[in-house]
């Protein structure tokens, strides 16, 4: 199994914050939970990371009981280790400490086999940031628009 297969994507974590720096992130999961992720059920809409004595954790993020599972199956949203270099975690450590800071999941996705997580640093962003933003990508998809009206 080579390349790579999204599984989860988090699009309202660009809209609410200004992501600074990505990372790339494993994660401790049993067997159920790489059987559900492979099927493709796996979300983290209200999912955060947060760093607990020099361990990068992933709270609230929904892995779906796997329907061949017996009594084993596990607890859908419980706590996940996220593996990250020692440097990385310092470095996100620092940076969550600075106000305004944050860690948030952008996607989740199967590399060779193993399920891989990006994690990115960001920054809240305000609500006029948002309305700008609303307003360049309008103004782009109008130019565009223009663009190949012309043709």
């Known amino acids: 199994m080579s390349g790579e297969k999204i599984i989860a994507v988090n699009r309202k974590a660009s809209h609410d914050y200004a992501l600074e720096e990505r990372f790339e992130a494993g994660l401790v999961l049993t067997g159920t939970e790489i059987k559900s992720i492979r099927q493709g059920k796996a979300q983290f809409k209200d999912a955060y990371i947060s760093i607990i004595s020099g361990e990068a954790w992933i709270k609230e993020m929904h892995i ?84 190949k009206a012309r043709w």
Do not use: C, S, W
């Open 64 to 147: 779906a009981a796997y329907d061949h599972g017996n009594q084993f199956n596990h607890d859908e949203t419980r706590e996940r280790k996220l593996l990250l270099h020692k440097m990385e975690i310092v470095k996100l450590q620092q940076k969550v400490k600075l106000k305004g800071y944050t860690i948030v999941p952008v996607k989740l996705y199967l590399k060779n086999g193993r399920a891989k997580m990006e994690i990115a640093l960001a920054k809240g962003k305000a609500l006029y940031d948002k309305r700008e933003d609303a307003k360049l990508k309008d103004a782009k998809r109008e130019m565009e628009k223009a663009m």
